[in-house]
């Protein structure tokens, strides 16, 4: 098997997300073509180093860049080539700034939803209203809206963590109306014999017939189908990032929104809204899904009051 086939396996195996085993197999083919295709078996820590510090000082790379390419070079020697490479000393390491996260007003959302439609404008009000990220925004299934609890189960979130979301009271019928439209997606997919859905490894093994199951479908569907290369199954996915990366961005122009507003702008919004109406930072941290108090506390330095809550002097001379 070739070496960049049995890391894809290995990431598999450890059931790491898609889009960090396509992270890390092109880091392992870059690294390979840095030195020109010798074979990382070949080569240790010395290679590594010349390569992360080409990246800082050549590419000029982002420091999170930079670490991603460490993580994968370390899985790539210590899980498939099954030798242990310590971490890395000498990098010239790239810069890693301090940036404060971008928020809306209350007033900027409200501008922001009046120029969406249809799924954006759900997905959206999601993104505020809930707290999620993008991605785990995308993969809600049917089965994990609890509208009895006024909750969305978020199922192997960042960090492969299962965590329990906000559902808007005001989002309840909109949800519902969705469910019903995938519902019937679904069963023209079955009329056609498809029907098919991606499913975690566990549970396509001990449940193959979950698949076709509605509960296990995505909330949002795409648009149109695709044929797995593996089982020849037709399936639908979610929608994908890019079409909402899209929406957003074009609702911002429209609604005159002078900020760099992203899916992950209404994410830090949901936090310091939150935080303004005095909920506590370790309710916030709970609901964010933040392993550490320390990386919620950010929020605090950018709320409506100013930098740490402070009144600028300017304001009680007159």
Known sequence: MKLLDRLRNELRVRRYARSTLKSYVTWARRYILFHDRRHPDAMGEAEIRSFLSHLAVDRHVAASTQNQALSALLFLYKHVLRKEVDWIDDVIRAKQPRRMPVVMSRDEVRRLLDNLTGDGWLLVALLYGAGMRQM??????????????????????????????????????????????????????LDEDGGWVELPDAIGRKA?????????????PAARTYRDGETGQRRRHHIHPTTLQRQVSAAARAAQIHKRI???????????????????IRTVQELLGHRSVQTTMIYTHVLNRGPLGARSPMDGLY
């Open 208 to 220: 193959p017939a979950a698949a076709r199951d509605l509960r296990w479908q995505w909330l949002f």
């Open 262 to 280: 992203s899916c992950h702008t209404l994410r830090h919004s949901f936090a310091t809204h939150l935080l303004e109406d005095g909920k506590d």
């Open 136 to 189: 785990e925004a995308l993969r809600i299934r049917i089965k994990d809206v609890d509208f009895a609890r006024n909750q969305i189960i978020i199922r192997a979130g960042k960090g492969q963590k299962d965590r329990h979301a906000l559902l808007p009271d005001r989002l309840h019928t909109a949800l519902r109306q969705r469910q019903e439209t995938t519902a019937a997606v679904h069963q023209m997919d």
